[in-house]
């Protein structure tokens, strides 16, 4: 499996509960990601910025992303394909 550092600015369709966040797809480089399963979720701190962090799978390949709390902004952090 190869992993590739990404850290850039996407665009993320997902809805808020009260216990979660919940990521149903993502834009990324002009192309339309959709979330195939959650397979974890865990929280962070960056200062006093609270990160909420989602391992995803979509098309067979698995995707970190970064939801920032005091930006209201999200990041696509790693790539992770099969070769």
């Known amino acids: 499996m190869g ?11 997902a809805y808020f ?8 797809a993502f834009r ?3 192309r339309i990601y ?6 974890q979720r ?4 960056t200062g006093g910025i609270k990160l909420y962090y989602f ?3 979509s098309g067979g390949n698995a995707y970190k992303l970064c939801y920032n709390s ?7 952090e ?3 394909t099969e070769f």
């Open 42 to 45: 865990w929280t962070g701190h």
């Open 28 to 30: 990324w480089a002009g």
């Open 17 to 24: 509960t009260k216990e979660h966040v919940v990521p149903r």
């Open 34 to 39: 959709r979330i195939d399963s959650i397979n």
């Open 70 to 76: 005091a930006m209201l902004s999200w990041t696509l």
């Open 55 to 57: 391992a995803v799978s």
């Open 78 to 80: 790693e790539v992770y």
């Open 3 to 13: 992993q590739t550092i990404v850290h850039e600015a996407i665009e993320v369709d």
